[in-house]
């Protein structure tokens, strides 16, 4: 069995947080890690940055003659573990509905099985049901913290 822990940042500006896994590569790309010192005080700061406080850090600290900051890049969605159980859950669901209903729909009229077209429009709905589906997954990531 594989185990992998998970880290939890807290922005030290803003205080949002974020949990991710602690494997090589998995540190959120978008944030950013930060280290202030004056020597002359014996003052050392370290800490996290969301991505927002980054952006208003790096404004902050920008020389007034240097060139705009590029704009952002379109947010990508990462899944954690426990978003990627849900929306999997949830389709599982979905699956499970559709069949019982269809399987239940044969049982009603069981001489149905005889006539040969009587599969034919067991797909009819299929695009109506997958929209359904990418629908309340949409939903559902939009519940998630980062969604």
């Known amino acids: 069995m594989t ?22 590569g998995h540190r959120p790309r978008d944030w950013e890690g930060f280290a202030l010192s004056n020597a002359e005080r014996g003052i050392q700061l370290a800490g996290d940055l969301c991505p927002s406080c980054a952006m208003h850090m790096a404004d902050a600290l920008r020389h007034p003659d240097a060139a705009p900051p590029a704009p952002p890049a379109p947010k990508q969605l990462g899944l ?16 499970r509905t559709a069949i019982t209903e269809a399987v ?36 559902r990531l939009k519940e998630l913290p980062h969604g």
């Open 104 to 139: 239940s729909e044969f049982r009603e009229t069981p001489t149905k099985m005889l006539d040969p077209d009587a599969f034919a429009d067991v797909l009819i709905n299929a695009g109506i049901h997958a929209e359904a589906l990418v629908d309340r997954m949409r939903a």
């Open 3 to 24: 185990s992998t822990r998970t880290i939890r940042l807290t922005c030290d500006r803003c205080g949002a947080e974020v949990t991710h896994d602690d494997a090589d």
């Open 80 to 95: 954690t573990l426990e978003s990627y159980r849900i929306i999997v859950a949830d389709a599982d669901a979905a699956i």
